[in-house]
């Protein structure tokens, strides 16, 4: 069994990523794989492959360690929008990993813990404001590329943002909106000047059908 252990070396499971294979277990009347693992922490362990593919071991122990820790921070926003930061580069089970980790969108090491996270952003301004990669939205997660924004901040760094000329600026279509307080909606407003060539004061001027 040892000799014929499929290969993981280089997958991932949670936290762990493993290197290399290690000295076979015994497991009842046979053996068990063993494997080598890089923590996401720096730490390194050595476990059964059984283990990694049943999802049982996922990190060194650091995991565990942090929840225990934190002293009541899983309740905090911030610590939930943590999470989803991880699963949406790591997790390829993620509905959005193919659009962040599948991109080769990363998290930086320092914020593997919690705690520094939360020093480096602090308490999120409003319960309107999530996690946006800025100056560079297809950069990584890390201190300098990171801020607390609204989703109108957040439109205006979509990968699509198009700048236009509205009354000698250059400005987002979703800027133009909010300046201008147009009752339309984005995606209308979006769609005639994208998909049908309209001039910004006509799709922001024009009525909708049937009214």
Known sequence: MSGKAK????QRFGRLIV???APSAKAGTGVAAKWKCQCDCGAKIVTLGYMLRAGRSTSCGCWRRERTTIHGKSKMAEFHIW??????????????????????ITVCDRWNLFENFLSDMGRRPSSKHTLDRFPNCNGNYEPNNVRWATRLQQNSNRRNSRLMNFKGQMLTIGQIKALTKSKLSYNMIFTRVVKYGWLIEDALSRPLYGR
């Open 19 to 21: 290197t290399e294979r």
């Open 7 to 10: 290969d993981i070396a280089g």
């Open 83 to 104: 999470c989803g930061m991880r699963q949406r580069c790591r997790n390829q089970e993620h509905p959005s990993f193919e659009v962040y980790g599948g991109r080769g």
